[in-house]
């Protein structure tokens, strides 16, 4: 008798349970893509439309700039990322000053003053030497850099680093004419904020600049008066 009530127990479970299993499924399938079915302590999540899109279009763009890169170095390396790297760095370093003059309120010349052009350009050109190729100022440059040996008088020649993120700073720091754009953009914000102090350090630069032309000129007038 239990046992006959038992087997009918366990076929009447059976039953029910196949048949909630069954209305599960079906559930399941009508249930729309990107909801999310939780059995237990799992949850499952279809994945956005989108995500897949930008994987492709990021995909796409850099076989775009790898190829462009290999194309244009032609077997050599050049590190075009770095150079992108360093103009978007610009960017930010003249939009920071652009903010900083718009804040204070500072207006713009109508025209520049021919004299405030040559003084900028004479300080412009002896800070980039001084901070591109002076000897004292290598301890700033020889993380990026590689002494190579002298060149000129008080000067150094330096090679950039071929590791990767040096070689862009590394070309930039022994680089008068790269330095030059820096400087020239920090000492034209300098005169729109600090006019006088500005003014005062590039009277001192150009100077310096004279002084340096002085003591070449001199040094070459005793060679040749001493036949060395």
């Not at 150079?83 to 610009?90: E, N, T």
């Not at 010349?109 to 052009?117: E, I, K, L, Y």
């Not at 040996?149 to 000067?155: F, H, L, N, S, W």
């Not at 100077?207 to 008066?225: E, F, H, N, R, V």
Request: a positive charge.
């Amino acid at each position: 008798m239990y046992g006959y009530l038992g087997l009918t127990a366990v076929g009447i479970g059976g039953v029910l349970g196949g048949h909630i299993a069954g209305s599960r499924t079906a559930a399941n399938k009508r249930r729309p893509i990107g909801t999310a079915t939780k059995m237990g302590s799992r949850r499952e999540w279809a994945p956005p439309m989108g995500t897949a899109a930008d994987n492709r279009l990021g995909t796409c763009v850099r076989r775009f700039l790898r190829r462009t890169e290999q194309d244009y170095s032609a077997g050599d390396e050049r590190p075009l990322r770095g150079y992108l790297a360093a103009m978007a760095a610009f960017g930010a370093y003249t939009a920071a000053w652009a903010t900083a003059v718009r804040i204070r309120g500072r207006s713009l010349p109508d025209r520049p003053d021919p004299w405030d052009v040559v003084l900028t350009s004479v300080a412009t050109f002896r800070l980039s030497r001084l901070l591109s190729k002076a000897s004292v100022t290598s301890p700033l440059r020889a993380p990026f850099t590689t002494y190579v040996g002298p060149q000129g008088t008080a000067e150094l020649h330096e090679e950039a680093q071929s590791e990767d993120g040096r070689e862009t700073v590394g070309e930039l720091v022994t680089c008068p004419f790269c330095m030059s754009v820096w400087v020239a953009s920090t000492l034209t914000a300098g005169q729109l904020l600090w006019p006088r102090a500005t003014r005062t350090a590039m009277g001192a630069l150009a100077a310096l600049a004279g002084a340096d032309a002085l003591q070449l000129a001199y040094g070459a007038l005793m060679d040749k008066t001493t036949g060395e």
